[in-house]
């Protein structure tokens, strides 16, 4: 007898499970253990669906790498029982948990779909169900036995990102997330439409999870009139390894001397800058026009068209491995997960 495709809901936390508050009015995360209860109508897919809930629930804005670990290690403990994963977050800081997943999960061959909604379950217009309910669809869809998605996306108003390259970009529409620099993986409308030529393929090695990430890093945003107390005092932190800097456009920032030497200083401390733009679509070019050519020559990483999200990621994992420095630098540049085009 062919077994049941197995679904394991990872509830985190977020709106799509949140309560008001009746004195404050305030939305805080509630147990959801009873997921039938919610969507009687996932008794319908002829899939087996367990759900793991996080102790305490949390509103994904107090995320961090300790939680990061323990999901992982979820995902880890559960990989051999389970057809794929569905984890349920909040939307505010779903974008960096998908990208540091999308890392810290090598040889992933089975599909993580991080989902929430924008209007909690319990109220009748929520969105969380549609997003559920996609979701697990696309979690356990296989060609073949095979996995049709093996990566970690976000599955949201209807259509599939690859994780590591959205943003959150909408704080009240339904449709909260973008994926500037890659198409989406899947549409869902009467079908779920499959883009597989834009999907990961699956290596079908053993799953091998990276739980060391180092925090030691900032993001710097530049603005015209930024000053040289604020760029200077950034990479005067201690133990500060690592900079994603947000730069204008094509990766251009400002050509005035003490920026420059301010650079130039702190990657000569060893401490490493990665130029991303603040655009929400396109890439960085060092050196297209002369205001990022003395980005290049200091030594300045280009990050091509990934995302600050999968950045701060990116770094924080290999930040995390016993690398040289120019080891970074190079893994910088090249696509580990799909995350950058180059
Ligand atoms: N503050 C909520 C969270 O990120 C927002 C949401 O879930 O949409 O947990």
């Not at 996932?42 to 790498?65: G, H, Q, R, T, V």
């Not at 984890?87 to 040889?107: I, K, P, Q, R, Y």
């Not at 259509?159 to 899947?186: C, D, I, M, Q, W």
């Amino acid at each position: 007898m062919e077994s049941k495709t197995s679904i394991l809901v990872i509830y985190t936390g977020g709106t799509i499970g949140m309560i008001k508050d009746p004195e404050t009015g305030a939305l805080h995360p509630i147990n959801m253990d009873l997921l039938y209860q919610s969507i009687p109508v996932l008794k319908n897919f002829n899939y087996k669906i367990d759900s793991y809930s996080f102790e305490p629930l949390i509103d994904s804005s107090n995320m961090n790498p300790d939680f990061w670990v323990k999901l992982a290690g979820v995902i880890e403990k559960n990989y051999e029982s389970y057809d794929g994963f569905v984890v349920l977050h909040g939307t505010d800081t779903m974008s960096f948990t998908a990208s540091v997943l999308s890392f810290m999960l090598e040889n992933l061959n089975k599909p993580v779909i991080l989902t929430g909604s924008q209007i909690p379950l319990g109220v009748v217009r929520t969105d969380g169900r549609d997003n559920i309910i996609n979701s697990i669809e696309i979690a356990a869809a296989k060609i073949e036995d095979t996995p049709i998605v093996p990566e970690v996306c976000i599955c949201f108003e209807n259509k599939l990102f690859r994780g590591n390259r959205t943003n959150k970009f909408n704080a009240e529409n339904f449709e909260a997330f973008v994926s500037g620099n890659y198409p989406t993986l899947a549409k869902v409308g009467v079908h779920i439409k499959y883009k597989n030529h834009l999907i990961l393929k699956p290596n079908f090695k053993k799953l091998k999870v990276h739980y060391t990430l180092d925090q030691n890093l900032a993001i710097l945003k530049l603005f015209p009139g930024i000053s040289e107390n604020v760029v200077k005092s950034i990479f005067a932190i201690q133990g500060l390894k690592a900079v994603v800097m947000e730069t204008y456009g094509s990766g251009n920032a400002p050509t005035d001397k003490w920026f420059i030497e301010a650079l130039e200083n702190a990657i000569k401390n060893d401490i490493i800058i990665l130029n991303v733009t603040q655009c929400k679509s396109g890439s960085v070019e060092i050196g297209k026009y002369e205001t990022s050519v003395d980005l290049g020559r200091i030594g300045v990483v280009g990050g091509y068209d990934i995302t600050t999200e999968s950045a701060i990621a990116k770094l924080m994992f290999l930040l995390g491995r016993n690398l040289s420095k120019d080891e970074i630098k190079k893994y910088l540049q090249i696509s580990l997960r799909g995350e950058l085009t180059n």
